[in-house]
């Protein structure tokens, strides 16, 4: 890549706000369809209750938004997404199930097609950049020339589009073409709201360089900052035991599980035991709600940025509840630990023979 190109690039990056748009969403399903209907816009759900086969939403949006309808099922559900800029959005929906096979047996699976009656802007520019893309490299089989090609594309999509949600969404999907180093650059150049938008989160999530957990071993230094917006570092908290604790308000695993950590930690903390909690979350009010209603009285970090905490990523961390307990040195004791064994492998650190 040339780096002239790069600059130019990121001069263009004009960092304005975006304006709210009233939105509307009305839909019909093809049968007569009676129960709640969910529409996923950004990180927020609606629901309405339809009768007849029809339902409508209304709202606003600033960033135009990731979305998607689904329906209650107790089936896994897959979705058609689109994207609300403002202005009316009508959907005709079907639904069909498919019985998928594994090497665990079948699933059955929900699917819930959403036909718009014309694609949004964003769609439009996301589905033609991709689709250029893909016919650019067609017949490239050297990797690094398939790289310089996407990268070529990319950032003069970025440049003819700049600060947009295409922008960021094409940027997203393309991230391996670039380095590290690039990918972070242009990423610290694109406005706040976009940023926050799932796209931007998971562009700033591949940055992240991944670390290993191994017992035994020292986990390195990472801090973020507790509910106050104060930086707390794991490396302050040298000379305890900790049990790196990652969560969520959203995770009713997680929410059934705190009772078995705060049990723990009342049992322990004075003989040197620390909980930090680090939470996925991405709404400082349900984060700070959870923290609340479940009495959860230890340490608290989270750059409230979802899945793509960077915490999170830098361990690879893929589900939740998980956690890492680590001795004064910051070296890994265990990893996983719920329910009773948590509480075993603490009375076994903490026994007599264990703990001077």
């Known amino acids: 890549m040339k780096r002239s190109l790069l600059i130019l690039l990121l001069s263009l990056f004009m960092l304005k706000p975006f304006a709210q748009k009233p939105f509307t969403v009305t839909g019909l399903f093809n049968s007569k369809y009676q129960g709640k209907v969910y529409l ?14 029809k339902f409508t939403f209304k709202g606003k949006v600033g960033v135009p938004e990731y979305s998607f309808v689904n329906i209650e099922s107790k089936s896994e559900q ?26 665990k047996g079948e699933r059955k699976i929900l699917q819930v097609n959403a036909k718009l009656d014309k694609q949004s802007k964003t769609d439009k520019l996301i ?38 949600i295409a922008s960021a969404v094409i940027l997203e999907r393309n991230t391996r073409s670039f380095s590290k180093e690039q990918v972070r650059e242009i990423y610290q150049k694109l406005s706040p709201e976009i940023q926050r938008t799932e796209s931007g989160r998971n562009i700033l999530g591949s940055t992240i360089k991944q670390v290993p957990i191994t017992i035994g071993e020292k986990i390195p230094d990472f801090a973020q900052n507790n509910i106050k917006g104060e930086m707390i570092s794991i490396q302050s908290l040298r000379g305890k035991y900790v049990l790196i604790d990652f969560w969520a308000s959203w995770c009713i695993p997680c929410r059934h599980e705190n009772p ?22 991405d709404k400082k009010e349900r984060w700070l709600k959870a923290i609340k209603d479940d009495k959860l009285s230890w340490l608290h970090v989270s750059d409230l940025n979802g899945w793509n905490n960077v915490v999170a990523k830098m361990f690879n961390i893929r589900s939740v509840p998980d956690n890492i307990l680590i001795d004064r040195d910051g070296k890994v004791l265990a990893r996983g630990l719920r329910g009773e064994n948590l509480e075993k492998k603490l009375a076994e650190v903490f026994s007599d023979n264990k703990v001077n």
């Open 127 to 164: 589905d033609s950049v991709s689709k250029l893309i893909a016919e650019s490299i067609k017949g490239i089989q050297d990797a690094e020339l398939r790289n310089i090609e996407i990268r070529k594309i990319t950032l003069n999509f970025l440049s003819s589009e700049p600060n947009t």
């Open 78 to 103: 897959v979705f058609t997404p689109f994207y609300i800029e403002g202005g009316n959005v009508s959907l005709a929906v079907d639904t069909l199930t498919k019985i998928v096979y594994t090497s």
């Open 260 to 281: 078995v950590v705060v049990k723990a930690y009342q049992q322990f903390r004075d003989k040197g035991f620390e909980v930090l909690g680090i939470s996925l979350d």
């Open 40 to 53: 996923r816009h950004g990180t927020e759900i609606d629901s309405v209750y339809s009768n007849d086969g």
